[in-house]
């Protein structure tokens, strides 16, 4: 089946999202321009460390100078829901970031989960046409600092952490290690 591409040049909106209760969600990538709108799933871990290292680059950036690239307080980025309808076009295995000198843009790439027997080497061939399929977002760096924004309130509103061994809390409560297996409400 051929490679899909999803490309999005400055989209009207890029965010994380979820669907779904805490404990039982959904992580989402998704994309918008136009009537355009592009979801990808991926793991809370996957949204947080995307953050972090969004984060770093921009630091990276600032101190090398790049408009736009310093943290301002106060940013909240976007609030609202995802956009309707949230079709998965794919289950993200990798993330990359960069950085687009020529535009001053930050590029975010999520490619598919690709099976290891069909890989040859660590590195996708770009023209291959059988490869996985892709996301690719260009971004302002202050976009990326609304992303950034959101992301770590998505990631921070899950359960709360159980004060004991650290694991989530389960409304009906959990099995905290710390306490023999016992249940903790």
């Given at each position: 089946?051929?490679?899909?591409?999803?490309?999005?040049?400055?989209?009207?909106?890029?965010?994380?999202?979820?669907?779904?209760?805490?404990?039982?969600?959904?992580?989402?990538?998704?994309?918008?321009?136009?009537?355009?709108?592009?979801?990808?799933?991926?793991?809370?871990?996957?949204?947080?460390?995307?953050?972090?290292?969004?984060?770093?680059?921009?630091?990276?950036?600032?101190?090398?100078?790049?408009?736009?690239?310093?943290?301002?307080?106060?940013?909240?980025?976007?609030?609202?829901?995802?956009?309707?309808?949230?079709?998965?076009?794919?289950?993200?295995?990798?993330?990359?970031?960069?950085?687009?000198?020529?535009?001053?843009?930050?590029?975010?790439?999520?490619?598919?989960?690709?099976?290891?027997?069909?890989?040859?080497?660590?590195?996708?061939?770009?023209?291959?046409?059988?490869?996985?399929?892709?996301?690719?977002?260009?971004?302002?760096?202050?976009?990326a600092r609304e992303f950034i924004a959101r992301a770590l309130r998505?990631?921070?509103?899950?359960?709360?952490?159980?004060?004991?061994?650290?694991?989530?809390?389960?409304?009906?409560?959990?099995?905290?290690?710390?306490?023999?297996?016992?249940?903790?409400?």
């Amino acid at each position: 089946m051929p490679r899909l591409r999803y490309l999005f040049d400055n989209p009207d909106r890029f965010i994380a999202g979820t669907v779904g209760e805490p404990g039982n969600r959904t992580f989402f990538l998704q994309a918008r321009d136009g009537t355009r709108i592009v979801s990808v799933a991926l793991e809370k871990v996957q949204v947080a460390a995307l953050a972090d290292r969004l984060g770093d680059l921009l630091e990276e950036l600032d101190g090398r100078g790049v408009d736009g690239a310093a943290e301002q307080p106060g940013i909240v980025g976007d609030t609202a829901s995802m956009d309707e309808p949230v079709n998965e076009a794919f289950r993200v295995g990798m993330l990359s970031l960069g950085w687009d000198t020529a535009d001053n843009l930050v590029l975010l790439e999520a490619r598919e989960i690709a099976d290891v027997d069909e890989e040859e080497g660590d590195e996708a061939d770009e023209d291959d046409e059988d490869g996985p399929d892709l996301l690719r977002v260009r971004i302002t760096p202050r976009y990326a600092r609304e992303f950034i924004a959101r992301a770590l309130r998505l990631v921070a509103s899950g359960r709360p952490p159980c004060p004991l061994c650290g694991l989530p809390l389960d409304p009906q409560g959990h099995l905290c290690p710390r306490r023999n297996g016992h249940l903790l409400n």
